[in-house]
């Protein structure tokens, strides 16, 4: 199985300051067609997980700007510019390259 | 609208059945990968099973050979079916659609609690 970790697990921010989410896949997830199989999600209190970014990348339909995904290989960051008070919850990492799908430990942002 | 509802969850005992489902509308369910993925309270995301177009299935092994997860593309609905349940499966159970190494669609969740 592929083991994703991710760091930090806890992520303490202040609005409108930086935030950035490691996540380190056991092998790597760059597919032969040159995408990387990584995806990063956003559970907001209470709420169902939302896609975030696919394909290591690509921003998702209606995410703002300020979040970027970025890594190749078995290293990933997500970034987000400037943290909003929305932006509050768990970042999990996921690869989907093989089954079993694994996701990482997870990320509570919390604003300061 | 674009959307997942699922249903069917609730309270059973260890060793018991319980049959989730999943409606789906809003995008072309019949060319779509879903896949239930479920939450225990507290703790993070496990994925737990997947069923292609054409009805291709796997599982994490946790539940294989006790759960069995099927579609209905004339109901645009999916399913999991539950059995020999134990309180390890108690969880907030997620349908969702698989696209492009991600899942893009999520429902609301159902939850289910194995307890005595």
């Known amino acids: 199985d592929i083991v994703m970790t991710q760091s930090p697990l806890s992520l303490p921010v202040t609005p409108g300051e930086p935030a950035s989410i490691s996540c380190r896949s056991s092998?790597?997830?760059?597919?032969?067609?040159?995408?990387?199989?990584l995806g990063w999600y956003l559970q907001k209190p209470g709420q169902s997980p939302q896609l975030l970014i696919y394909?290591?990348?690509n921003r998702a339909s209606g995410v703002p700007d300020r979040f970027s995904g970025s890594g190749s290989g078995t290293d990933f960051t997500l970034k987000i510019s400037r943290v909003e008070a929305e932006d509050v919850g768990v970042y999990y990492c996921?690869?989907?390259?093989?089954?079993?799908?694994?996701f990482g430990q997870g990320t509570r942002l919390e604003i300061k | 609208e674009v959307q997942l509802v699922e249903s069917g969850g609730g309270l059973v005992q260890p060793g018991g059945s319980l049959r989730l489902s999943c409606a789906a509308s809003g995008f072309t369910f019949t060319t779509s990968w879903m896949a239930w993925v479920r939450q225990a309270p507290g703790k993070g995301l496990e994925w737990v099973a997947t069923i292609k177009p054409g009805g291709s299935e796997s599982y994490v092994d946790s539940v294989r050979g006790r759960f069995t997860i099927s579609r209905d593309n004339n109901k645009r609905s999916l399913y999991l079916q539950m059995n020999s349940l134990r309180a390890e499966d108690t969880a907030v159970y997620y349908c969702?659609?698989?696209?492009?190494?991600?899942?893009?669609?999520w429902g609301q969740g159902t939850m289910v609690t194995v307890s005595p």
């Open positions: 969702a659609r698989a696209d492009r190494a991600a899942y893009d669609i």
């Open positions: 092998q790597s997830l760059l597919y032969s067609n040159g995408d990387n199989f």
């Open positions: 394909l290591g990348s």
């Open positions: 996921m690869q989907g390259l093989q089954t079993p799908v694994t």
